[in-house]
């Protein structure tokens, strides 16, 4: 059981940048794909706050604050990102500036076909505090202090709209980047440096209806490099316009493609990281708000609650409706 939950723990946090949760489906592309940066005729900022297991102390929590916009009249557009994700004694704060080219590829003015590039640099700074660690024995692998250290690194985005249909692909943490924070003070070598952290996102979806109701199912796919690990999100959400704007919601089932073992007192098995998390939501007139919930399934848990997650955001220098498709992110 212990294992098992500290893989999962290791999976969602063991990480450099923003971990990918399900705060994209709140309008919130940006947040995992550069390309996405200033994608609308005006710009958008949103903020998230998410929290695991309230019974847990020190529990996983994350905030994130964006702003992207479009540079004028140009296919520029620009963002920046800020956060910071903390898991017991470990944390990370950084930021990621963005600049993304909008390249139309055909059609009228009303008509949406473009491809979109674009390029994040990330400063990021990871602790560790080691001051409440205690061993009887004197132990080299403990300092007793905080630790910390800095990175650089870089995202890059693709991004292909053509009216209602939309993909997206990203290389996060592109370069090689040496993590040296968990060998301070250690006293041989055994502790291996972790210098690639890239993780690659792919996904697309489609929205149908252009009427009162909407429907958008998506896929998003990704995988870590250095682990192996591949997981799956597979979305579903469904639109509303009502006089003050629009109510949406939807669901997201998250799975794992790697099993990890387990040890009980009479058995042993496999078990695979299953999400469920639906989604709810409104747009009224220029702001947005948006909550979900996931509930993490299966016999060997950490923590028998959920994981909480809130989005607020506005839009800013919107026109009624630029493109005759509804494609709510390029709008």
């Avoid at 997206?168 to 210098?195: C, M, Q, T, W």
């Avoid at 959400?237 to 089932?253: A, L």
Wanted: aromatic fraction near 16%; glycine fraction near 10%; proline fraction near 3%.
């Amino acid at each position: 059981m212990l294992l098992l939950s500290l893989f999962y723990g290791f999976q969602a946090h063991a990480q450099e940048g923003i971990p990918v949760y399900f705060d994209y489906l709140a309008d919130n592309y940006y947040l995992v794909y550069p390309s996405m940066a200033g994608i609308s005729e005006g710009g958008k900022i949103r903020a998230t706050a998410r929290m695991q297991w309230f019974s847990v102390e020190d529990a996983p929590n994350m905030q994130t604050l964006n702003a992207n916009f479009r540079l004028g009249d140009s296919n520029s557009g620009v963002g920046a990102i800020f956060f910071n994700d903390a898991n017991g004694y470990h944390a990370q704060t950084g930021i990621k500036l963005t600049y993304a080219h909008h390249l139309k590829l055909g059609g009228d003015a009303r008509y949406l076909n473009q491809v979109s590039f674009g390029l994040s640099p990330t400063y990021l700074q990871s602790s560790l505090d080691e001051t409440e660690f205690q061993s009887v024995l004197p132990d080299d692998a403990i300092t007793g202090t905080k630790l910390s250290e800095s990175y650089f690194n870089v995202d890059l985005g693709i991004s292909y709209s053509l009216m209602e249909f939309y993909a997206h692909f990203a290389i996060n943490n592109l370069l090689a980047s040496e993590r040296n924070l968990y060998r301070y003070g250690k006293g041989n070598d055994n502790i291996p440096v972790i210098d690639n952290l890239r993780r690659y996102l792919i996904s697309a979806g489609y929205i149908f209806g252009k009427q009162e109701w909407q429907f958008e199912p998506s896929v998003l796919f990704q995988m870590t490099d250095f682990t192996s690990e591949k997981t799956i999100d597979l979305n579903a959400k469904v639109y509303r316009d009502v006089d003050f704007g629009r109510i949406w919601g939807g669901i997201s089932y998250r799975r794992s493609m790697d099993g990890t073992p387990f040890v009980t007192d009479d058995s042993f098995g496999e078990q695979r990281l299953q999400l469920f998390t639906p989604i709810v939501g409104a747009n009224i007139n220029n702001f947005m708000v948006s909550y979900n919930y996931s509930y993490q399934s299966g016999d060997i848990r950490f923590d028998s609650g959920g994981f909480h997650q809130i989005t607020i955001g506005y839009d800013f220098g919107q026109s009624e409706r630029k493109y005759d498709c509804y494609c709510p992110a390029a709008q």
